[in-house]
């Protein structure tokens, strides 16, 4: 059976601390790894207001697993989902070849543009302590 690449979105309670929100990831990371599933990232996207509300709740924390996967392993982990209280929402989608060259090269670019943001701002810095040195410069 071939494995297939997929992205799982989960969308708990806002209102969660940290540790809490961490075990609930921790715990999700294990049923992975159990399933020899193989996790290539898990991106913490982090608080968000919700368009509406769901189960009375405003703002959720959102997460998203990517892994490799055989195909009959989503319904195992979609169950899992679905049985969690904590779990607002959730949808697991198949991510195509072409897909995932366009998610590359868009976080290429991405990382190429912070690059250049963090070595201009660097760029200011120096810059202003230059200027700094020259007035007192002057005033001696």
Same mark, same amino acid.
């Given at each position: 059976m071939t494995k297939r690449h997929y992205e799982s979105y989960i969308i708990l309670d806002g209102n969660f601390e940290d540790p809490?929100? %961490?075990e609930i990831i921790k715990k999700y990371e294990k049923l992975l790894s159990k399933n020899k599933v193989e996790i290539k990232n898990?991106?913490?996207i982090g608080r968000r207001r919700l368009? $509406?509300?769901?189960k009375k709740k405003q703002n959720g924390y959102y997460i998203c697993f990517e892994f490799t996967a055989a195909p009959d392993f989503t319904a195992k982990i979609e169950k899992a989902y679905k049985m969690d209280e904590?779990?607002?929402? $959730?949808?697991?989608?198949?991510?195509?070849?072409n897909e995932l060259k366009s998610k590359e090269n868009y976080l290429?670019?991405?990382a190429i543009i912070l690059q250049?943001? %963090?070595? %201009?701002?660097?760029k200011q810095e120096q810059e202003k302590k230059n200027n700094i040195k020259e007035k007192e410069e002057e005033k001696d």
């Amino acid at each position: 059976m071939t494995k297939r690449h997929y992205e799982s979105y989960i969308i708990l309670d806002g209102n969660f601390e940290d540790p809490t929100i %961490e075990e609930i990831i921790k715990k999700y990371e294990k049923l992975l790894s159990k399933n020899k599933v193989e996790i290539k990232n898990i991106d913490k996207i982090g608080r968000r207001r919700l368009a $509406y509300p769901i189960k009375k709740k405003q703002n959720g924390y959102y997460i998203c697993f990517e892994f490799t996967a055989a195909p009959d392993f989503t319904a195992k982990i979609e169950k899992a989902y679905k049985m969690d209280e904590n779990i607002l929402r $959730y949808l697991t989608i198949i991510m195509s070849k072409n897909e995932l060259k366009s998610k590359e090269n868009y976080l290429k670019k991405k990382a190429i543009i912070l690059q250049n943001l %963090e070595a %201009e701002k660097e760029k200011q810095e120096q810059e202003k302590k230059n200027n700094i040195k020259e007035k007192e410069e002057e005033k001696d």
